[in-house]
């Protein structure tokens, strides 16, 4: 990327921010807030499911298992029959009773606040990762990207990238550290309210100005 490229998107960037604030200045996570192991159990359990699905679930799950020690002693099979609606539940089982049961070795019980060791419990990528620091912890460790903060990315003209990794660099390098958490949630909220992926409602849009569409 040449110079003039990253000053343009640096400007893009400034517009986008700016956008975004107007739309959503109080853009947070969508996911159950009460405490860091919920969030954490809980956004393990989003992937490929909608968070609507996710908090019915662990509307009932939580009360049942409120410590990682209880998530940690639950019965696999037990486990998958309370998860089951979120989807892809065998597997999901296993990643939070072995993320649970290495919180209770290593983190007497509670999450910790550090990326290094949340990457290192089963079923938490960065994405996870970020979306507790910055939403329990109040801590920028990144950038969430997700597959709406992925997409309009790249329609907004702040990426190239196709790694979700990648991605998170470049973004980090456009948006005020002191944004991050609130970025992230502002284009999931933008990109499942109106710049969806197979149809966008551009016309509404309050980005519209300045977006170029890219891959429409």
């Not at 405490?35 to 996710?54: E, F, H, K, M």
């Not at 939580?62 to 029959?81: G, I, M, N, S």
């Not at 999931?188 to 849009?205: E, K, L, Y």
Request: proline share 6%; hydrophobic share 40%; charged share 25%.
């Amino acid at each position: 990327m040449g110079t003039t490229t990253i000053a343009n998107r640096k400007s893009q960037a400034r517009k986008v921010v700016k956008g975004l604030k107007e739309l959503y200045p109080e853009a947070t996570c969508d996911l159950p807030l009460s405490n860091p192991l919920a969030l954490l159990i809980a956004t393990i359990l989003s992937a490929q499911c909608t968070d609507v699905r996710v908090n019915e679930v662990t509307s009932t799950l939580f009360p049942k298992y409120p410590t990682a020690a209880h998530f940690a002693q639950v019965r696999q099979a037990e486990l998958e029959d309370q998860i089951k609606p979120t989807g892809f539940f065998r597997q999901k089982a296993m990643s939070v009773r072995r993320t649970a049961q290495l919180l209770v070795e290593r983190h007497k019980g509670q999450v910790p606040r550090s990326l290094d060791e949340l990457v290192k419990l089963r079923g938490v990528a960065r994405k996870t990762a970020n979306v507790v620091l910055g939403t329990a912890y109040g801590i920028p460790s990144g950038v969430v990207v997700d597959t709406h903060v992925h997409r309009l990315s790249y329609r907004l003209g702040l990426s190239d990238e196709e790694d979700p990794v990648k991605i998170e660099q470049d973004l980090m390098a456009l948006i005020p550290k002191k944004d991050w958490i609130w970025f992230g949630h502002a284009m999931i909220w933008h990109g499942r309210r109106v710049c969806t992926a197979r149809r966008p409602a551009c016309s509404a849009c309050g980005l519209r100005a300045f977006c170029p569409r890219r891959g429409l």
